[in-house]
């Protein structure tokens, strides 16, 4: 009898195309056919997980669903003793800390299979080439030329980048999220580039920006800050093309302290057939699919097989190597049961700030608050 099982992943090309092809091989390597659904980037970012583990098999998710998903015992922990050498080899292969991002009080409970963090984007038809200095955006600013997703979460993924670019990274056990000095830093450099910025900015998030800026006559030429989506490099994929680099940097420092993203697959513990998803989980998170298949798929793979190969860089303008050192020094975002409620009106309380030029400690204080609450 054949096993049947269903995934729900995100409504993109890069998080939906990869499922179907990788699912359509297989079935025909196992005989386990996986029909994928997919929700909207808002959803995913926000839509609980326990919902979606009693109506599907696999799910795609993103780590700071971490602590929350752990005291709901939706989903299974993947870490069998009996394939610790594969695991091991997945663990070892994966860019940045994706892998250690779906670890948590002691077991693992997804596979990276997407790795992404900010970084930068621009038209290489319009720049000769990266933004080096995070102060040369603010004239670009100026000149209606530089933009910056700002709807929710993203508002508060930037202020993460700056804050532990600057040293000083927001706080993952509490009670305080940041020093108010710190976090009066983090917030003049977000007023400052925001200034000039139209305020459409609030009301976009990163597909919405790469879907203006792959236009042939959009006004933007950069976006300092932004989750690097690979489909927009490949040439078709958009009129324009857009290129991808490390963040832009302030003082010199190396490029670390971008908000880590990415996703991982999860098999839900309400699933009927365990160990048939959780070895299809284990197989599309392995080196070998991930840059073959999964890349050829309009993936954005996790696995370094896939980061440093000719054959995946080469249609996506190098997008891998381009963005690997952000990457390899991003942050990762506090990950406790909880969590997610403050990521949401943590966003909020920055953009209100923001919008109506509110006192950066009086801003400050709200967030500390919010977050020792969050506990």
Not at 180 to 198: K, P, Q, T, Y
Not at 313 to 334: K, S
Request: with cysteine; glycine share 8%; aromatic share 10%.
């Amino acid at each position: 009898m054949m096993v049947k099982l269903r995934g729900m992943t995100w409504s993109h090309p890069r998080g939906y195309d990869p499922m179907v092809a990788c699912s359509k091989l297989w079935l025909e390597k196992t005989g386990v056919e996986i029909a994928w659904e997919k929700r909207s980037l808002q959803d995913f970012e926000t839509f609980p997980v326990e919902e979606l583990a009693a109506a599907y098999d696999l799910i795609v998710i993103d780590h700071p669903h971490v602590g929350q998903i752990t005291r709901e015992n939706c989903l299974l922990p993947l870490d069998d003793a009996e394939h610790a050498d594969e695991l091991a080899a997945t663990a070892a292969g994966t860019v940045g800390r994706s892998y250690p991002s779906y670890h948590w009080q002691g077991r693992q409970w997804a596979f990276p299979i997407d790795a992404a963090t900010q970084v930068q984007a621009y038209r290489p038809d319009r720049l000769r080439g990266p933004v080096t200095d995070l102060a040369e955006i603010i004239p670009l600013v100026a000149k209606g030329r530089a933009i910056l997703p700002m709807r929710s979460p993203h508002v508060l993924m930037t202020f993460f980048t700056l804050a532990a670019h600057l040293g000083t990274p927001c706080s993952i056990e509490g009670p305080e999220f940041i020093a108010r000095a710190d976090g009066e830093v983090v917030l003049d450099w977000m007023a400052r580039i925001l200034s000039g910025m139209d305020i459409s900015c609030y009301d976009m998030d990163p597909i919405a920006v790469f879907d203006l800026m792959g236009e042939p006559d959009c006004p933007y030429d950069v976006c300092p800050f932004i989750y690097g989506y690979v489909s927009y490099s490949f040439a078709g994929f958009r009129p324009a093309r857009i290129a991808f680099a490390d963040m832009p940097v302030i003082d010199g420092r190396a490029p670390n302290g971008s908000a880590l993203g990415g996703t991982g697959i999860a098999v839900s513990a309400a699933t009927r057939a365990p160990e048939e998803a959780k070895a299809f989980a284990r197989w599309i998170a392995g080196g070998p699919v991930q840059a073959g298949a999964y890349a050829e798929s309009n993936g954005q793979p996790g696995h370094s097989h896939a980061w440093v190969s000719d054959a995946v860089n080469a249609p996506a303008l190098d997008f891998y190597r381009n963005t690997r050192a952000t990457l390899e020094g991003a942050y990762v975002r506090p990950r406790h049961d909880g969590y997610m409620a403050f990521q949401s009106e943590a966003s909020d309380i920055i953009t209100h700030g923001l919008r109506t030029a509110e006192r950066h400690t009086v801003l400050i204080d709200k967030l500390n608050r919010r977050f020792a609450q969050s506990f």
